[in-house]
């Protein structure tokens, strides 16, 4: 998805301006003001801060594609249906169907229905739809039984009702979970298993039908669908031009139960137009307006990175998952080896001492603490490229005692029952096999997380004028709180900076981008395996700022956030080194955010 950022109206003054600026009554600038609500014709306007316009950003063709399958029952509406039992005016349904969401309110959808009509036809008149003998009901009416075999080949323009009242909720976001979605359109229908002597002409048919949705998860690939539908056909199905007092149109009333499966990219971006007008003040006069010194608010971008362990992207951690006893982003903050000790000190302690293996000794979660709780004076590393020193540990008996005899606890390795991982990894990914025994521990770390690690960013991510550029530890500091350990590895001017943005700011949008390296020892593999850490980092990271405790993020709306794939998530690297610069800078997410500030 593409996101650009375009002002609406061009920032009507920039800076101070101490030269008058004359402009026409008529000017269109003006004009579009005044269509917004405000107005020119006092001597003052004032205090219009912000005003955001957002479009939603049309996909390809291919993409908010899906499928539909749905079976029901319906009962036929003629004439003469009263004759008999209802039930009898009873028969089952099926229907399947492609469509596409040109936006997430208008869409469009072809479907294909097969069934049957079942009613009843006075004894008056016949038609090639009647069967079996004469029968009387309780009234003295003389009819026989009809089924009218048919296929519906219909199109519909689809009204989703839910989000054209509440607006598009955003990718991956927990609202509208349950949507309300009217469809109405014009179908054709085929008679069939007639004699193709009796000349029966097929005719069009009217559909009307409310559905509504329940998705299954945050991403809304896949909904169960109940819909309630009309379809309305023209006079052939009990011929009622061959007798007077009928009805216009006969009709199928039915219910149906079914399931939507999107086919492939199914969230909208946004295009968002924004527009900054502060103390805007205004003179009129017989045929100019002169704008006086007018203060413009700052706005631009604030961009971060943060950089994850090979095969990890907090998929299998909180925040993903509410009350996790491990924190994805805490573990790259100030997390301590592979965030797991061994269950029994006592197990450990015996092979140790027979100088014996502790793999596959039962391991369990150390909980994760804030890493501006945490001091990091016990001499280990904490976070991933926080500091210099690498994250992975010796697994030799004196530096397993030694760890032990200061916290308490052994460390415990992931052991998949073959490789004995040195760094934090998503469950998923723990059996993968690496290329290079040497792959499995972290031996280097560069500060790529921390303030000191921006002049590496710089250098191999660059930086475009007018952003402004923070490391992962300014921002988590900023958010969680500038001390302990993370005031280390974090530049107190610019967490204060990010501080008043967060808290007294505008945002207007947040960008977050995955990505991971094309690295991989199974190349059949690697392209579903590596595409889905870079979207789950991206999704661990939004989850993050979605939960956090600053006052403008906290507020901004799910669609606020948009996940890019712009470039795709997959980036090339040649070498299968996991710790190399390249492979680093190649296993992260990009954030940026749009802010406004009024200085």
């Not at 003054?13 to 269109?28: L, R």
């Not at 991982?421 to 469950?427: A, H, N």
């Given at each position: 998805?593409?996101?650009?950022?375009?002002?609406?109206?061009?920032?009507?003054?920039?800076?101070?301006?101490?030269?008058?600026?004359?402009?026409?009554?008529?000017?269109?600038?003006?004009?579009k003001l005044r269509e917004r609500g405000y107005d020119l014709d006092s001597t003052v306007v004032e205090n219009r801060d912000i005003v955001i316009d957002k479009n939603v950003v049309t996909n390809p063709f291919y993409h908010n594609a899906f499928i539909t399958a749905s079976v029901g029952a319906h009962t036929y509406r003629g004439d003469f249906s009263t004759y008999g039992s209802f039930g009898k005016t009873v028969s089952p349904d099926w229907y399947v169907g492609i469509g596409k969401w040109f936006t997430p309110v208008v869409g469009f959808k072809v479907e294909l229905g097969m069934s049957e009509s079942k009613g009843f036809m006075d004894e008056k008149y016949p038609t090639p739809y009647c069967y079996g003998d004469l029968q009387t009901n309780s009234k003295?009416?003389?009819?026989?039984?009809?089924?009218?075999?048919?296929?519906?080949?219909?199109?519909?323009?689809?009204?989703?009702?839910?989000?054209?009242?509440?607006?598009?909720?955003?990718?991956?976001?927990?609202?509208?979970?349950?949507?309300?979605?009217?469809?109405?359109?014009?179908?054709?229908?085929?008679?069939?298993?007639l004699d193709k002597s009796l000349n029966i002409a097929d005719e069009w048919s009217g559909h009307l039908e409310l559905q509504y949705s329940r998705f299954l998860t945050k991403s809304k690939k896949v909904s169960l669908d109940l819909k309630a539908r009309l379809i309305a056909y023209q006079t052939n199905f009990d011929k009622h031009d061959v007798h007077k007092g009928s009805s216009q149109?006969?009709?199928?009333?039915?219910?149906?139960?079914?399931?939507?499966?999107?086919?492939?990219?199914?969230?909208?971006?946004?295009?968002?137009?924004?527009?900054?007008i502060t103390n805007y003040v205004t003179q009129v006069h017989t045929d100019t307006i002169k704008a006086q010194k007018v203060k413009v608010p700052e706005y631009g971008q604030a961009t971060f990175y943060v950089f994850y362990p090979n095969n990890y992207s907090g998929r299998n951690d909180a925040p993903q998952i509410k009350g996790a006893a491990v924190n994805a982003i805490d573990y790259l903050a100030g997390g301590l080896y592979t965030q797991k000790q061994y269950k029994d000190n006592g197990q450990v302690a015996m092979r140790l001492g027979n100088s014996k293996s502790t793999n596959g000794l039962e391991y369990i979660d150390i909980p994760t603490v804030k890493a501006n709780v945490?001091?990091?004076?016990?001499?280990?590393?904490?976070?991933?490229?926080?500091?210099?020193?690498?994250?992975?540990?010796?697994?030799?008996?004196?530096?397993?005692?030694?760890?032990?005899?200061?916290?308490?606890?052994?460390?415990?390795?992931?052991?998949?029952?073959?490789?004995?991982?040195?760094?934090?990894?998503?469950?998923?990914?723990?059996?993968?096999?690496?290329?290079d025994p040497v792959n499995y521990k972290e031996t280097v770390s560069y500060g790529l997380n921390a303030h000191q690690g921006l002049k590496y960013v710089r250098e191999w991510k660059g930086q475009n004028n007018g952003e402004r550029l923070f490391s992962f530890a300014d921002v988590y500091a900023a958010i969680e709180g500038n001390a302990g350990y993370v005031s280390k590895y974090a530049d107190a001017e610019s967490v204060a900076w990010l501080s008043r943005v967060f808290n007294e700011g505008t945002i207007t949008s947040i960008s977050v981008t995955g990505v991971a390296t094309s690295q991989?020892?199974?190349?059949?593999?690697?392209?579903?395996?590596?595409t889905a850490l870079a979207q789950n980092r991206a999704n661990t990271v939004v989850a993050w700022l979605q939960g956090c405790s600053c006052k403008r993020i906290a507020e901004a709306q799910s669609q606020t956030f948009l996940v890019n794939e712009t470039e795709g998530p997959i980036r090339q690297v040649d070498d299968m080194n996991i710790r190399s610069m390249n492979a680093k800078m190649n296993r992260c997410v990009k954030v940026t955010i749009h802010y406004m500030i009024q200085e």
């Open positions: 998805m593409k996101y650009r950022l375009n002002k609406i109206i061009a920032t009507i003054v920039m800076g101070v301006i101490s030269v008058p600026v004359m402009a026409q009554v008529n000017d269109p600038v003006l004009q003295g009416n003389k009819f026989w039984q009809t089924r009218n075999k048919w296929l519906d080949l219909s199109g519909s323009a689809m009204i989703n009702l839910s989000r054209a009242l509440y607006g598009y909720e955003g990718a991956l976001s927990p609202k509208l979970m349950n949507q309300f979605i009217l469809n109405a359109g014009l179908g054709y229908v085929h008679h069939r298993g149109f006969d009709a199928n009333v039915g219910l149906s139960v079914g399931v939507t499966f999107y086919l492939k990219h199914h969230v909208w971006g946004y295009n968002a137009k924004t527009q900054y945490i001091d990091g004076s016990d001499g280990y590393a904490h976070g991933y490229e926080m500091s210099t020193w690498p994250l992975s540990l010796s697994l030799e008996k004196d530096s397993l005692i030694s760890f032990r005899e200061k916290k308490g606890f052994y460390y415990a390795p992931i052991w998949d029952g073959q490789n004995a991982w040195q760094y934090r990894i998503d469950d998923a990914t723990k059996g993968q096999r690496l290329i991989d020892s199974n190349k059949n593999l690697a392209l579903t395996r590596n």
